[in-house]
């Protein structure tokens, strides 16, 4: 492993430069491209004025080709499931826009054309009686689902698809669904994959239970500072309320009934001046821009609702200045604090005694030992965090150029050829929960990386098929989904990781404990020092942070480059799945760029899948993958001496072939 070599202060100081360096140069660009960005769009809008303009930007939109789409698709296996499947698509598209739209780009913007003639029958496809001449059975449904998978989906229609097919398993009928959508379409209309299902599920027996993902919860969301930042627009808002209720002649009439002060036109001035920002922040979300006579008018009509004018400025100076005026208001200031001083400052301070001497301090709020106990303890705690975050800032420059350019130097391609763009899919068998926790326990692993170390076992299989040459590394992606955003709208935004899966370790060959030993190190190494590129990861996913910031040509070449080098997208689904009818699923996130292959983790039940989707070039080898894992968990089961559960006679499930796929 290459690294920015140093002592500690030479590298804190390094970080510290690219941050003062990168900070601005990025504030800069987002100003920039945020201004390119509207008007290219409101060019759109011009020249196109029937379309639909998709005004958010991506890094999935921006990787988008034309021979490699973001399609995201969902298996589904289970019982009853294609009754319904039409009506509940007929319900469904006519509540949503853009399901009866299609997708195109103009000028590098993508938009939606509605469709003249919507049919859902163009995107509901029935399987046939046979495939190949044969019935589809256990034996055969991998091959038809990837051949169903390696057709692009029709650029007339709307970019989704539901495929039913009706299968045979030992002579009775099953039903399997397979959901394919483009990215853009799922995340501008809020739906999730299994939306395009009827299926039925209840949140209330949802079980909430944390999982123990690696890839997830890398620090702790900050609590204090939100805390802290409600707590303070509660008080300002209150101090606010009591200001405008004493000073705004709207409220009160009768301030300007007599001749005021510069204090008090000073006053109305601030309230003029803020309810003015207030409403150009309304307006310039309502518009999109704002013109400077829109604003003069703001101003104008905001100063004549409380007679706010040059004429009542220069009487509040005159007043204010007039000697037998300054006179009174020094005599009045005077008396005032001649009465605080004497009178009210010892019962001030005998009531901030008795706060200090009561537990319950929240019995006298006006205290200023109540402000302190309720705004010291979180402020020490928000500059923790504040620290916290700032380090996580100040480190990130140099912590990405090191992870995601000089480690691993080493090319490790999973494929060689160039991609076709169409993608084939294969899953394993189901490995039972129970087996890969008790190789957890005895070995001090999570789950997750013992079924890491079954794909890195795998990987090697598939790298001995197909005539490639065994790196020592194979650099991948990982990203953490919960099963209720398969299912349920989920908004929760997670981050990516990159992590080096070995192939080859230093000691022994083809060992599978060293193998996970290596895999727990790497784990460990990527959550300590990559909590930055979470974060930036997870902005983006949420409010586009990234792509906001840098232009989408450079991004564009950037991200080809580094999908060059972490050449396989890894997804880990976890969680409890109370959904009605479902017995198996399996999610593929779309590999897009230069990434080769994209392999999801998928916990359903008591039961882990392997799901695999490459480009349709790597087949049949894809299914080697697949048809390996189950076998490499038990071999590492049977290595660490950990007893197998007890055999049960397998269901006539078609997610659990009995005969390898493609072979």
Same mark, same amino acid.
């Given at each position: 492993?290459?690294? !920015?070599?140093?002592?500690?202060?030479?590298?804190?100081?390094?970080?510290?430069? =690219?941050?003062?360096?990168?900070?601005?140069?990025? =504030?800069?660009?987002?100003?920039?491209?945020?201004?390119?960005?509207?008007?290219?769009?409101?060019?759109?809008?011009?020249?196109?004025?029937?379309?639909?303009?998709?005004?958010?930007?991506?890094?999935?939109?921006?990787?988008?080709?034309?021979?490699?789409?973001?399609?995201?698709? !969902?298996?589904?296996?289970?019982?009853?499931?294609?009754?319904?499947?039409?009506?509940?698509?007929?319900?469904?598209?006519?509540?949503?826009?853009?399901?009866?739209?299609?997708?195109?780009?103009?000028?590098?913007?993508?938009?939606?054309?509605?469709?003249?003639?919507?049919?859902?029958?163009?995107?509901?496809?029935?399987?046939?009686?046979?495939?190949?001449?044969?019935?589809?059975?256990?034996?055969?449904?991998?091959?038809?689902?990837?051949?169903?998978?390696?057709?692009? !989906?029709?650029?007339?229609?709307?970019?989704?698809?539901?495929?039913?097919?009706?299968?045979?398993?030992?002579? %009775?009928?099953?039903?399997?669904?397979?959901?394919?959508?483009?990215?853009?379409?799922?995340?501008?209309?809020?739906?999730?994959?299994?939306?395009?299902?009827?299926?039925?599920?209840?949140?209330?027996?949802?079980?909430?239970?944390?999982?123990?993902?690696?890839?997830?919860?890398?620090?702790?969301?900050?609590?204090?500072?939100?805390?802290?930042?409600?707590? !303070?627009?509660?008080?300002?808002?209150?101090?606010?309320?009591?200001?405008?209720?004493?000073?705004?002649?709207?409220?009160?009439? %009768?301030?300007?009934?007599?001749?005021?002060?510069?204090?008090?036109?000073?006053?109305?001035?601030?309230?003029?001046?803020?309810?003015?920002?207030?409403?150009?922040?309304?307006?310039?979300?309502?518009?999109?821009?704002?013109?400077?006579?829109?604003?003069?008018?703001?101003?104008?009509?905001?100063?004549?609702?409380?007679?706010?004018?040059?004429?009542?400025?220069?009487?509040?100076?005159?007043?204010?200045?007039?000697?037998?005026?300054?006179?009174?208001?020094?005599?009045?200031?005077?008396?005032?604090?001649?009465?605080?001083?004497?009178?009210?400052?010892?019962?001030?301070?005998?009531?901030?005694?008795?706060?200090?001497?009561?537990?319950?301090?929240?019995?006298?709020?006006?205290?200023?030992?109540?402000?302190?106990?309720?705004?010291?303890?979180?402020?020490?705690?928000?500059?923790?965090?504040?620290?916290?975050?700032?380090?996580?800032?100040?480190?990130?420059?140099?912590?990405?150029? %090191?992870?995601?350019?000089?480690?691993?130097?080493?090319?490790?391609?999973?494929?060689?050829?160039?991609?076709?763009?169409?993608?084939?899919?294969?899953?394993? %068998?189901?490995?039972?929960?129970?087996?890969?926790?008790?190789?957890?326990?005895?070995?001090?692993?999570?789950?997750?990386?013992?079924?890491?170390?079954?794909?890195?076992?795998? =990987?090697?299989?598939?790298?001995?098929?197909?005539?490639?040459?065994?790196?020592?590394?194979?650099?991948?992606?990982?990203?953490?989904?919960?099963?209720?955003?398969?299912?349920?709208?989920?908004?929760?935004?997670?981050?990516?990781?990159?992590?080096?899966?070995?192939?080859?370790?230093?000691?022994?060959?083809?060992?599978?404990?060293?193998?996970?030993?290596?895999?727990?190190?790497?784990?460990?190494?990527?959550?300590?020092?990559?909590?930055?590129?979470?974060?930036?990861?997870?902005?983006?996913?949420?409010?586009?942070?990234?792509?906001?910031?840098?232009?989408?040509?450079?991004?564009?070449?950037?991200?080809?480059?580094?999908?060059?080098?972490?050449?396989?997208?890894?997804?880990?689904?976890?969680?409890?799945?109370?959904?009605?009818?479902?017995?198996?699923?399996?999610?593929?996130?779309?590999?897009?760029?230069?990434?080769?292959?994209?392999?999801?983790?998928?916990?359903?039940?008591?039961?882990?899948?392997?799901?695999?989707?490459?480009?349709?070039?790597?087949?049949?080898?894809?299914?080697?993958?697949?048809?390996?894992?189950?076998?490499?968990?038990?071999?590492?089961?049977?290595?660490?001496?950990?007893?197998?559960?007890?055999?049960?006679?397998?269901?006539?499930?078609? =997610?659990?072939?009995?005969?390898?796929?493609?072979?």
């Amino acid at each position: 492993m290459l690294g !920015l070599a140093g002592s500690p202060m030479v590298n804190l100081g390094l970080s510290f430069a =690219l941050t003062t360096l990168f900070v601005p140069l990025l =504030l800069i660009a987002y100003i920039v491209m945020t201004w390119m960005r509207r008007c290219r769009i409101r060019f759109v809008k011009w020249k196109y004025p029937d379309y639909i303009v998709v005004e958010e930007n991506s890094i999935r939109s921006i990787l988008d080709q034309g021979r490699n789409h973001g399609i995201c698709t !969902l298996l589904v296996q289970g019982r009853s499931l294609v009754k319904g499947v039409r009506n509940h698509l007929a319900h469904l598209t006519s509540t949503r826009k853009l399901l009866k739209s299609a997708l195109f780009t103009r000028w590098g913007v993508y938009v939606w054309k509605e469709l003249d003639y919507f049919s859902v029958d163009d995107h509901l496809a029935n399987s046939p009686c046979s495939y190949r001449g044969r019935p589809i059975t256990e034996n055969n449904i991998q091959d038809y689902i990837s051949d169903v998978t390696s057709k692009f !989906l029709p650029k007339r229609l709307s970019p989704w698809q539901v495929h039913v097919v009706n299968c045979f398993i030992r002579g %009775e009928e099953s039903q399997i669904c397979l959901v394919r959508a483009h990215h853009l379409l799922l995340r501008q209309e809020h739906l999730t994959l299994a939306d395009f299902l009827p299926l039925k599920h209840s949140t209330d027996n949802w079980t909430c239970q944390e999982s123990d993902s690696p890839f997830t919860n890398l620090y702790t969301q900050p609590s204090a500072l939100p805390r802290l930042r409600q707590m !303070l627009i509660e008080s300002f808002s209150n101090y606010w309320n009591d200001f405008l209720y004493n000073n705004d002649p709207t409220e009160r009439p %009768e301030i300007l009934k007599k001749r005021i002060g510069i204090v008090q036109c000073v006053k109305i001035g601030a309230i003029v001046l803020v309810c003015t920002l207030k409403e150009l922040t309304r307006q310039y979300r309502k518009s999109e821009g704002l013109k400077f006579l829109e604003l003069w008018s703001i101003v104008r009509r905001e100063s004549s609702k409380r007679n706010f004018n040059v004429r009542l400025i220069r009487n509040s100076i005159t007043k204010s200045f007039n000697p037998l005026d300054f006179f009174y208001t020094c005599v009045a200031l005077s008396w005032y604090v001649v009465i605080t001083s004497f009178l009210k400052t010892p019962l001030l301070l005998a009531r901030e005694l008795r706060a200090l001497q009561s537990r319950h301090r929240h019995y006298y709020p006006d205290t200023l030992i109540y402000t302190l106990s309720c705004y010291l303890p979180l402020v020490l705690q928000a500059i923790r965090e504040t620290v916290s975050i700032s380090w996580i800032v100040v480190t990130a420059p140099k912590i990405i150029i %090191e992870e995601l350019f000089l480690k691993h130097p080493q090319s490790n391609r999973l494929q060689t050829i160039s991609p076709c763009g169409r993608k084939v899919v294969a899953w394993s %068998e189901k490995v039972d929960v129970e087996l890969v926790r008790k190789i957890a326990y005895v070995t001090g692993a999570t789950e997750t990386e013992v079924l890491l170390a079954a794909t890195v076992d795998a =990987l090697k299989e598939y790298f001995r098929h197909s005539a490639i040459s065994v790196p020592e590394d194979v650099l991948a992606t990982v990203k953490y989904v919960s099963q209720r955003a398969v299912f349920l709208r989920n908004h929760e935004a997670r981050g990516i990781l990159c992590l080096a899966l070995p192939t080859r370790t230093p000691l022994f060959h083809d060992d599978l404990i060293e193998i996970l030993q290596v895999i727990q190190q790497n784990v460990h190494d990527a959550r300590s020092r990559q909590r930055a590129i979470y974060a930036i990861t997870a902005a983006e996913t949420s409010c586009g942070l990234i792509s906001s910031c840098i232009p989408s040509v450079v991004l564009k070449l950037l991200l080809n480059q580094l999908s060059k080098r972490y050449s396989l997208c890894l997804t880990h689904v976890d969680g409890d799945l109370p959904v009605e009818g479902v017995d198996g699923a399996v999610y593929w996130r779309p590999p897009q760029g230069n990434c080769n292959m994209s392999m999801t983790l998928h916990r359903h039940g008591n039961g882990v899948r392997l799901g695999v989707m490459g480009d349709a070039l790597i087949g049949p080898q894809h299914f080697i993958v697949t048809r390996t894992f189950p076998n490499s968990v038990k071999n590492l089961a049977v290595v660490l001496g950990v007893p197998r559960a007890p055999s049960r006679s397998p269901s006539p499930n078609p =997610l659990n072939p009995t005969t390898s796929p493609g072979y």
